[in-house]
């Protein structure tokens, strides 16, 4: 008969603050240095974090990882390289806060939907999010769409960049699809916008 030990236990100090590592290495305004790119799978939980935030606050709809595997090609991000995260997987590979985000969502041949836009309270009112916007709309125009769509409650954002509102009746089909998976259906509190590319 063989007797064998179990396995060392981790001592819940010696654990990785998991939560605190992204939360308080924010630095102050001024010492940031920001990147944009697309987005990789190794995003998503932290994209995720960031949307889902909002959407608890009822600012925009909430997401699953489900949605953001289908849709990681669509995402755009902006990360930090003052704030440093360790993947805390065995590699420790040095990753950056993700500080922002948008999705750029093809609808059809000529019109596609900004979704998902998000940028981190201490990363607002800096421009981050019309840099955003500028980055999907330049993609938006290689691809050769003619026109960009949004559903949001900000709409003076929106409007700075050259956004117009749209009558719902004027809106086209295609950009209901997301409504039906939307907690707000049947009490909608978002404005649809178009810019003309
Ligand atoms: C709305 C949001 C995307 C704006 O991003 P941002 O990086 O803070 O915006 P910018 O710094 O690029 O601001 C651009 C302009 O829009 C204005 N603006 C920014 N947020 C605004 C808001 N909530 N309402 C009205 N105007 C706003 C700015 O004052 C600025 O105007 P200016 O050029 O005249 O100075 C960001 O605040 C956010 O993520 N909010 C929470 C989630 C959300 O509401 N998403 C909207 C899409 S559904």
Redesign the pocket.
Known sequence: MEYIEPPPVSKLDEEEPKENIRKGLIKEEGQHKIVIQKAQIRDVEEILELVNG?AALN??LPRGPQYLYENIRDFVIASDRNVPVYSLTETREVLHLIV?CGSLHVLWEDIAEIRA???HPD?????????LVEVMQEEAEQLGIRRLF?????E??FK??GFRRQNREELPPKVWGECSRCPKYFNCDEVGMVLDL
């Not at 990363?123 to 840099?131: A, C, D, E, I, P």
């Not at 949004?150 to 900000?154: A, I, L, N, Q, Y």
């Open positions: 909002f600012l925009m922002a836009l998000a940028i990363y607002q009112q800096m421009g981050l999010g019309s840099k949004t559903f949001t409650m900000t003076d954002f700075t960049l």
